[in-house]
């Protein structure tokens, strides 16, 4: 899994996401995921798939996994439940610069948000957030984003929501 939908699950659901992102490793057909995912009672529509009973519609991005112009990216286990059920998901570090492309290349503001909000529940690469912002062509970006975490805890620290 991929997108807002991991920034949802680590900023333990401040963050919404109206879609969930997978990335296929395997090379079905279009008929064999539409088959798969109408046996769960989901109806394609163009590219993204949908259910009656739920406001989340799902998508299949073409791969390969990338954030950014980084392709060597390596998802982790997310534990979902009490059960142990878990799925392969972006880490915080990943799922943070995945939120802060979107900052970066389109002004997405919420994305900026999301971003502080993964640092504030994560402990988190930083280096690694930093060099990647400056390959992607962003050091003010990743500025704005630092000062924009340093705000939010300090709001935090005098009690005030974040």
Not at 13 to 22: A, H, I, K, T
Not at 98 to 126: C, K, N, P, T
């Amino acid at each position: 899994m991929t997108g807002g939908a991991c920034a949802s699950i680590h900023t333990g659901g401040v963050y919404q996401s109206e879609d969930l992102d997978f990335l296929i490793q395997s090379a079905p057909s279009q008929s064999e995921v539409d088959r798969a995912m109408s046996s769960i009672g989901f109806e394609r529509r163009d590219d993204q798939y949908f259910h009656g009973k739920t406001r989340f519609f799902v998508e299949f991005p073409a791969g390969p996994l990338g954030i950014g112009r980084d392709l060597d990216v390596r998802p982790i286990r997310v534990r979902l439940g009490p059960d142990g059920s878990s799925i392969r998901a972006l880490s915080p570090t990943d799922s943070c610069r995945d939120r802060l492309a979107a900052f970066y290349h389109w002004a997405d503001r919420q994305s900026l948000g999301a971003a502080v909000e993964i640092a504030l529940r994560h402990r988190l690469e930083m280096k690694k957030i930093r060099d990647w912002s400056v390959r992607e062509g962003a050091p003010e970006g990743f500025r704005r984003f630092v000062r924009e975490l340093e705000r939010a805890r300090r709001r935090n620290r005098h009690g005030a929501p974040s």
